[in-house]
């Protein structure tokens, strides 16, 4: 009863024809036409990212990518010595400032854009002034600006910024300095993205040369950055958005470097052949806040915070559950140093931690004592209570953040011990918890930069909101008189020592509150293939991250494996061999499944007939 | 994702006597009217179905907690100043109604506003995504209904034979197979550990001509396989099971009593009575295709809408999430009415 129908097996065999041509032609259609293949010799350094690019203009610009890329590709008047941390020139040569610190006075270097016009002081007066009258570009880096009186530019290599009041932030303003001569034309600098006109024009010491949106960025070496050009021919951001697929792709040799690794993936790629795992000293903190009564500037107060967190006893006695060194063995793999203070330990100038009878430690027995002693007595379910305040919290926790739940689980534990009762809630917005002060644990962590100016200033009285559902700074709805006259004093210190001390101060009393409860920080695990990069300097060097640097350190000294190795392990550009053996693959792929079903299907009917 | 044909496929006693009477004079004009009515009702509806996805879009996304300004600027050093800023470059500090008329009347002329993440039109960069949507989505839909409906037929016509056990089995496994994962398996074994294919991406920065229409091939082959293999099922049930519906008809014993081979049978005339329901399955499936495969598109790191969507309600990006949702949603709507139109085609029963 077997019949071969030709007329079917014609119409299949069509079928399948069709359905290849038809991928084939839409795939010319998306393949569009990009940069020149790349040669053999060039050596490309490939970096996994997974953020995209919100705007290549550095006045849009807020992405930790993009932001970057402004630092490759736009210097700034100073950057930061890897080895030091100190304020060493870039753009600036030198400074001086004038006695009452309302002149700060910056000779700029001569040198030029990469299209060969002069850089002026000009230039950076324009950028800056630009920033201050205009409310689109002060989108990214207004903050900067916001207490510079006037600037000009007296003479080409001369420039002059007048203050309001004094503030010791003048050697950290990281703003890309821009070319006047290109950007004058921007027109609308809301809807200017910087992306049509290729390579940028601009003078640090990469340049942007390509830009295919959600796909990569390369750039190219300026050849006449002032410091130096950099060693690789090319560097390309690639974007891989899932993790795991970013440490593959490492593994495939398709990138040569990925960071933001997970405690996991940093332990199995250490045995990885050519690859090099590097366990960075943290820029950013872990914490917790504790809702100490939200409220506004005027005192009037909302949200739902458990009052009994407004006792500085019960904030004490609960930071006194928490076994930070647990947090960061456990949780974070052995990843991590537990600290209590708030700017991290990698910045070594104005870095505090308790010591002493000044340590608020893991003592679950003593956080007990305290809670008695203040009549928050047991109840029969074993939480206390006074008064009709119950030791019942919500700890709200980053949903997508699998560390914060694991510690905050474990913080559960402690706190149970001592008749605290944590009731840990993952969310995946814990910011509007925070704006309508609904919550009385959240956890919530910061990236510090090398001047703490910034960080330490949302903690002010004048960080929170001023009016109901306004914008405000605050993180913790933390105010404190004494905290704020210090604040105002560091920044009016212009000398760097006699600042880091008052920061110091800073630190203790934000410490004694226990409302910004800081864990520590963890490391910042990054890979790379180390068949390919020869080295690179870390920041802080030594010790310290190669990706998101405060710099472009990393990725400007990067030197290539040489010419021997390296053909081994080629990486970046797929070869056009490979290419059509791959497409190949695919067609045979499909036809081989095509006549594999189509045979099985044939053979059972045999059986059966 | 399957859906029953709509409620009034099912034939009305009228409708099948008015077929006896077919010819007769006086019932063409009352045809002709029938057949408007059946049109203009399935605009009329689509019509409102595109209204309230309109309407829902706006204040769908602005139930979502989350605040843009907030969102965008977090981990940044910003002032006061600069996010009073950005909420006036957003409009956010307008009276809601406001928002939703200005809104209005940007659908109306087809404009959803400007992201705010990429202070770029939502439309531009919606166009600049549908491409490589398509591909994949379209080619794995293409091959997953092949493959689904023919292995349907296949294991319906020799139900319960080893072929058929085994097709089944194996579609049902897959179809319970996350896709992420699925996509991480391919990528650990064929990528990274065989390297025959790429881990992810649509191209090789710098490839260019036909190369460049090879690299894309490549770099489909592994997101493809993975959206084929998780849902290709879904066709081969469907078919699978109406036709084994149609296996015992008599209509089909007749066929073979007048001698009609037994793949003549099958291909004309159990074939085409079984379609029906995967018809319908598929026109939906089509409609879906602008959502893309967001954890595949992912996993893949495929420059599509469906991550587009993903990366706009994380924020969220109100004008951007709010264009993808009308646009995702106007496209189902009209899948569903071209496949309404079309099914009295294709079935008899059904005409008006």
């Not at chain 1, 016009?117 to 201050?132: G, K, S, V």
């Not at chain 1, 470097?257 to 993936?265: D, I």
């Not at chain 2, 006693?13 to 203009?40: F, I, M, P, Q, S």
């Amino acid at each position: 009863m077997f019949h071969t129908n030709h007329r079917g097996r014609g119409l299949r065999t069509m079928l399948a024809g069709l359905l290849i041509t038809l991928l084939a032609c839409a795939t010319t259609l998306f393949a569009g036409t990009g940069a020149h293949a790349e040669t053999k010799d060039e050596k490309t350094l490939t970096i996994a990212v997974s953020q995209e690019v919100d705007s290549l203009s550095p006045f849009l610009a807020v992405r930790r990518l993009t932001t970057a890329l402004g630092r490759l590709s736009y210097d700034f008047l100073t950057n930061y010595d890897p080895k030091t941390g100190k304020t060493i020139p870039a753009l600036a040569e030198s400074w001086t400032t004038s006695p009452d610190g309302l002149t700060w006075t910056y000779k700029i270097r001569d040198t030029k854009w990469t299209d060969g016009t002069p850089i002026t002081a000009e230039d950076a007066r324009w950028t800056f002034d630009t920033m201050m009258k205009d409310e689109a570009a002060a989108t990214a880096n207004g903050n900067f600006v916001e207490n510079f009186e006037s600037v000009s530019a007296p003479d080409p290599r001369t420039l002059e910024v007048k203050l309001k009041a004094p503030q010791a932030t003048m050697l950290a303003l990281d703003v890309p300095i821009l070319p006047k001569h290109k950007w004058e034309k921007a027109g609308d600098f809301a809807k200017f993205n910087n992306d049509k006109e290729f390579p940028i024009v601009g003078s640090g010491p990469w340049v942007i040369s390509a830009y295919e949106v959600n796909q990569s960025i390369t750039l190219t070496p300026n050849k006449d950055f002032w410091r130096g050009a950099p060693k690789f021919d090319k560097l390309v951001f690639r974007y891989i958005d899932d993790s795991d697929a970013q440490v593959e792709a490492l593994k495939a040799g398709e990138v040569d470097f990925v960071s933001g690794l997970t405690p996991a993936q940093a332990k199995a790629l250490d045995s990885a052949k050519d690859i090099t795992v590097n366990k960075a000293k943290g820029k950013r903190f872990q914490a917790i806040t504790l809702n100490p009564g939200a409220r506004l500037q005027d005192g009037t107060t909302f949200g739902d915070g458990n009052k009994a967190l407004q006792d500085p006893v019960v904030r004490e006695a609960l930071v006194r559950t928490i076994d930070r060194e647990a947090i960061y063995k456990t949780a974070y793999g052995g990843f991590g140093e537990a600290n209590g203070g708030y700017i991290p330990s990698r910045y070594k100038d104005y870095h505090w931690q308790p010591e002493g009878d000044a340590v608020i430690g893991f003592d679950t027995a003593k956080a007990g004592q305290m809670l008695d002693a203040a009549g928050y007595a047991k109840g029969s379910d074993g939480i206390r209570a006074k008064g009709g305040l119950k030791l019942s919290f919500r700890f709200n926790v980053h949903a997508d953040n699998p560390q914060y739940i694991q510690a905050a689980e474990m913080m559960r534990e402690w706190a149970k011990e001592a008749g605290i009762e944590l009731k840990v809630e993952p969310v995946s917005e814990v910011g509007a918890l925070l704006d309508a002060g609904t919550y009385d644990i959240l956890t919530t962590g910061w990236s510090v930069n090398p001047d703490p100016d910034y960080i330490l200033g949302i903690n002010r009285c004048s960080g929170l909101p001023a009016k109901a559902g306004g914008p405000y700074l605050s993180d913790a709805y933390y105010c404190n008189p004494e905290y704020d006259k210090l604040y105002a004093a560091q920044l009016a210190e212009l000398d760097p020592p006699k600042r880091a001390e008052i920061v110091k101060q800073m630190q203790e009393k934000l410490y004694e509150d226990n409302i910004f409860v800081v864990w520590g920080y963890a490391d910042q695990l990054e890979a790379f293939r180390s068949d390919v990069i020869a080295s690179m300097t870390p920041q802080p060097d030594p010790g310290g991250n190669y990706d998101s640097q405060d710099g472009y350190w990393s990725w400007w000294s990067a030197k290539p494996v040489g010419d021997e190795d390296k053909a081994a392990a080629d990486s970046g550009g797929t070869s056009s061999g490979l290419v059509l053996g791959g497409g190949a693959v695919v067609l045979a792929a499909l036809a081989a499944g095509f006549v594999l079903l189509r045979r099985r299907g044939g053979s059972a009917a045999d059986d059966r007939e | 994702m399957t859906e029953l044909p709509p409620s009034d496929a099912v034939p009305h006693l009228d409708e099948v006597r008015d077929r006896g009477d077919r010819g007769a004079r006086g019932r063409d004009g009352d045809r002709l009217r029938r057949t408007t009515a059946y049109l203009g009702k399935r605009l009329l509806g689509a019509a409102v179905s595109l209204v309230a996805v309109i309407f829902t879009s706006f204040f769908l996304f602005r139930i979502i907690p989350g605040d843009p300004v907030r969102v965008m600027t977090h981990g940044r050093p910003v002032t006061i100043e600069q996010k009073e800023a950005l909420a006036r470059e957003f409009g956010l500090d307008r009276p809601l109604l406001e928002q939703f008329v200005s809104y209005l009347l940007g659908v109306l002329r087809f404009d959803f506003g400007e992201s705010f993440q990429y202070n770029r039109p939502v439309l531009s960069m919606v166009g600049e995504r549908l491409g490589p949507t398509m591909l994949l989505v379209g080619a794995s839909l293409a091959i997953s209904i092949a493959l689904g409906l023919w292995l349907g037929v296949q294991g319906a016509w020799k139900h319960g034979g080893t072929a058929d056990r085994v097709n089944t089995g194996v579609a049902l496994t897959l179809w319970s197979v996350p896709s992420f994962w699925l996509g991480l398996i391919l990528i650990v074994v064929f990528a990274s550990g065989l390297g025959w294919f790429p881990t992810s991406g649509m191209k090789t920065p710098g490839v260019t001509g036909f190369d460049a229409v090879l690299d894309v091939a490549h770099h489909m082959v592994l997101p493809l396989v993975t959206l084929v293999a998780v849902v290709y099922a879904q066709y081969l049930l469907v078919m699978r099971s109406s036709l084994l519906d149609e296996m015992g008809s008599d209509y089909l014993t007749t066929a073979r009593a007048k001698g009609l081979r037994d793949t003549e049978v099958k291909r004309r005339h159990a074939v085409p009575n079984a379609l029906l329901p995967a018809t319908t399955l598929v026109f939906i499936n089509v409609g879906f295709v602008l959502f893309g495969a967001v954890l595949v598109e992912t996993v893949f790191s495929w420059p599509g809408l469906g991550k587009l969507f993903y990366e706009g309600l994380s924020v969220p990006d109100l004008p951007l999430v709010q264009g993808l949702f009308v646009i995702f949603s106007a496209a189902v709507i009209l899948m569903n009415l071209v496949s309404d139109l079309i099914y009295p085609l294709i079935d008899p029963r059904v005409r008006p």
